[in-house]
């Protein structure tokens, strides 16, 4: 399996060799939306016409564009004038083709008897009433409205209020603090913020709305605060600026005449999960974005009539956005949204949930199915999986011992599994198994979605061999792409198109491709470890120790060593059962020497209860790079539960021989 032997234009360096291949079964690939390779020869050939061709299908036009791409590297634009109303798309036209009583959402609260169904024809009432509300507040065509909420129906319903009137939404992930959501409301100089009293997370009350004034009282342009009653509990209140949002949308008219959107007005400005620096307020369009998500939800997950769809990430990120509000309505799919934690009361909740609603199609991250392999295989078995005819994940490289876990023991060994590349600057999937199609490999993305020129180049630009390791990046334009940072165009230019040519999009990500052709993602370039010339991914050094029968997760770091540059720190969480003994951790830095190299033994592992997190569930190398060298901590207030490097550092400070 390994292979040190560098490549002179390496940037870094490729060393597992993962060969288990997954063919698509004859039954799934019957079924299938897309059964052969046809679109991608006809992407193949004319990517502009391809994407033309979806642009008729899958979206009703008030105006059908007679346009299509206009590229002045690295800006673009798609079907300028045509002219649409996303609500429209994602609710009235399902319900004029009759399917108003279809469910949208199987609503399930975190609390276990709280849950609702809403059908087409209520989210459309409810998202004209909340139209109507915000209009009555001024809000007007080009306003941008703050969503500061937790996962429940009236998120997506003002989302898609805010599409009906053609302001664009910021919505704010629920977890963030005051003072994350002060900024992102400051840049994007939002003039209504909708909140809600509380909101439930792990059997506690999130307080959004004190978090939410604290926010505003900060930011000038806030002019109003709309608050949904949740829990019902009292929060303080401001009569001048605060409104109920029963009250305010009681009285409304439950219908709303749609505002006429161009295609490339904006539809939203989401700012990226950044671990550093001030958040990217990524702006989205209005026609390519949707259908970018409506093409990839359908074609990538296989969607039918009757499927029952689960994303099971947070609205507040941008796999929310595309999948689980934009892709799936304009689809007309009925979904679960979930309100709370997986753990909640216990780990097998999304197992009892996928059973209580029959679902077909379940989507989530890594990161989780990790926790899920720690927690054990008893906790599936509780439940009648059967309904299952997919699964997905985004978000991280997925160890391939993860990845067999999942098709093992929530497959059925039946179920394709589409491990689905993309960003929130991307808007929707670009690489992708197509699961009636793509043979899977576990660990791999695979393959770039039809009409995507994706590859991996050198630091001069050149295509690198197969097998090396490189920056990912894009080479052509595609309707979902972000157009710009709001207001901050020239740190579009330089943050991604300027390494290269400026039609080349650095992604950030670093990649290899095997001889196939599959697209491997070795983590973000930034995190690459370099032991004595040699760059090292993270990913394959936390895919291989989570290969250990012992290891549910591991996550590895460079510290500076005077000698080789760096040296290699992993943290390593255990699976139950397992003592944290000195001698387990010698047997897992000769378990990765044995594996990928001896170049790759790490100088230390360590072990924890946890792993520092981000709040969307990426681990924070930067972090854990600090514990490794024993430095003061930097920033941890974008972090999920700060105690957790607290006890690492003691931990890491002990092993290492550091005194404090
Ligand atoms: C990582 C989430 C490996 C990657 C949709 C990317 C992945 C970043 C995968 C974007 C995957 C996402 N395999 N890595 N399937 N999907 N990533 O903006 O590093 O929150 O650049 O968007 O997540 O994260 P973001």
Redesign the pocket.
């Known amino acids: 399996m390994a292979d040190t032997a560098g490549h002179a234009h390496d940037v870094i360096e490729g060393l597992l060799d993962e060969q288990r291949v997954f063919p698509p079964s004859d039954e799934f690939r019957a079924g299938a939306i897309i059964r052969d390779d046809s679109v991608y020869r006809e992407a193949e050939s004319d990517f502009e016409g391809f994407w033309a061709r979806l642009a008729e299908e899958f979206i009703d036009w008030y105006e059908q564009p007679t346009e299509c791409l206009k590229w002045t590297a690295p800006h673009c634009t798609w079907f300028e004038d045509g002219v649409l109303n996303v609500s429209v798309n994602c609710l009235d036209r399902h319900i004029d083709a009759g399917h108003g009583e279809r469910v949208a959402f199987h609503w399930e609260g975190e609390p276990a008897d709280d849950t609702r169904d809403v059908t087409y024809d209520e989210l459309l009432a409810e998202t004209c009433r909340i139209a109507n509300g915000l209009k009555s507040l001024g809000v007007r065509r080009g306003d941008r409205v703050g969503l500061y909420m937790g996962m429940v129906p009236e998120l997506p319903a003002a989302m898609l209020a805010c599409a009906r009137i053609g302001a664009p939404h910021v919505v704010i992930f629920g977890g963030f603090s005051a003072e994350s959501l002060a900024d992102r409301l400051d840049s994007a100089g939002a003039k209504v913020l909708i909140t809600q009293d509380e909101g439930w997370r792990k059997r506690l009350k999130i307080p959004l709305k004190e978090n939410a004034d604290a926010a505003a009282d900060r930011v000038p342009s806030v002019e109003r605060v709309v608050v949904l009653r949740r829990t019902g509990d009292p929060v303080p209140w401001n009569d001048d600026r605060d409104v109920w949002l029963d009250e305010l949308a009681a009285d409304q008219p439950d219908t709303c005449e749609p505002e006429r959107m161009g295609a490339e007005d904006t539809l939203f400005l989401l700012h990226?999960?950044g671990t550093t620096a001030k958040p990217k307020g990524v702006q989205h369009t209005t026609g390519g974005y949707l259908l970018q998500a409506a093409v990839t939800h359908k074609w990538v997950f296989d969607i039918h009539d009757d499927t029952v769809w689960w994303c099971a990430a947070d609205i507040g990120?941008?796999?929310g956005h595309s999948y689980i509000v934009y892709g799936p309505l304009a689809n007309g799919t009925t979904s679960v949204l979930y309100e709370g934690d997986p753990a909640c009361p216990d780990w097998d909740r999304h197992w009892e949930v996928i059973e209580k609603y029959r679902v077909t199609a379940y989507y989530t991250a890594?990161t989780l199915i990790r926790s899920f392999v720690k927690a054990g295989p008893e906790y599936p078995a509780k439940h009648d999986l059967s309904s299952l005819r997919l699964l997905g994940?985004?978000?991280?490289?997925?160890n391939p011992e993860a990845w067999l876990w999942y098709w093992r023991y929530i497959g059925g060994e039946r179920c394709p599994i589409v491990?689905?590349?993309?960003?929130?600057?991307?808007g929707g999937i670009l690489?992708?198994p197509l699961p009636g199609v793509t043979e899977l490999k576990p660990g791999s993305?695979t393959v770039p979605f039809p009409g995507i020129q994706a590859d991996i180049l050198d630091e001069a630009g050149e295509p690198v061999v197969r097998g090396s390791g490189g920056f990912l990046v894009v080479k052509n334009p595609w309707p979902g792409m972000f157009r710009t940072l709001w207001q901050d165009d020239e740190r579009y230019v330089e943050a991604y198109f300027s390494k290269y040519e400026p039609s080349i999009y650095v992604?950030?990500?670093a990649a290899k491709q095997d001889d196939d052709g599959y697209f491997w993602?070795m983590?973000?370039i930034d995190d690459v470890i370099n032991v004595a010339g040699h760059r090292l991914s993270t990913?394959e050094i936390e895919s291989t120790l989570v290969e250990h029968p012992a290891v549910a997760e591991a996550a590895a770091t460079g510290a500076a060593d005077p000698v080789r540059g760096q040296s290699i720190v992993c943290f390593v969480l255990l699976k139950s059962g397992h003592d944290q003994t000195p001698e387990l951790a010698e047997d897992l830095r000769h378990f990765v020497a044995d594996k990928i190299g001896k170049i790759a033994r790490p100088a230390a592992v360590l072990f924890g209860d946890d792993l520092p997190k981000t709040r969307?569930g990426?681990i924070m190398r930067r972090l854990l790079k600090d514990i490794a060298e024993g430095h003061e901590l930097g920033d941890t207030t974008t972090l999920r539960d700060a105690e957790v490097v607290v006890d690492l550092k003691q931990k890491a400070d002990l092993v290492m021989g550091r005194s404090n």
């Open positions: 990226t999960s990120w941008v796999t890594p994940t985004v978000g991280e490289p997925i491990d689905t590349w993309w960003q929130t600057e991307t690489i992708t993305a992604v950030g990500d993602i983590g973000r990913t969307s990426k």
